[in-house]
């Protein structure tokens, strides 16, 4: 995920010496922070393959383990 960053604004020396204060810049939302939706769904594939190939190690042990005790 992307950083962000806030900018503060720095009084000139002039505007210090004056006691005028700079405009504050206002920081606006771009509209690619407020679209940004990432697709994971490659990651939900893996994870039921995880899934899957788990369950069937354990079956394998079961079984194995029944054969085995006989």
């Known amino acids: 995920m992307s950083k962000k960053n806030k900018r503060q604004t720095r009084r000139s020396p002039d505007s210090v010496l004056a006691g005028t204060a700079m405009p504050a810049?206002?920081?606006?939302?771009r509209s690619s922070d407020r679209d940004f939706k990432p697709d994971y769904s490659y990651?939900?594939?893996?994870?039921?393959?995880?899934?899957?190939?788990a369950g069937t190690f354990f079956a394998i042990l079961i079984a194995l383990s029944?054969?085995?005790n006989q």
């Open 43 to 53: 990651v939900m594939k893996d994870l039921r393959r995880i899934g899957i190939l």
């Open 25 to 29: 810049v206002e920081s606006t939302a």
């Open 66 to 68: 029944f054969i085995l």
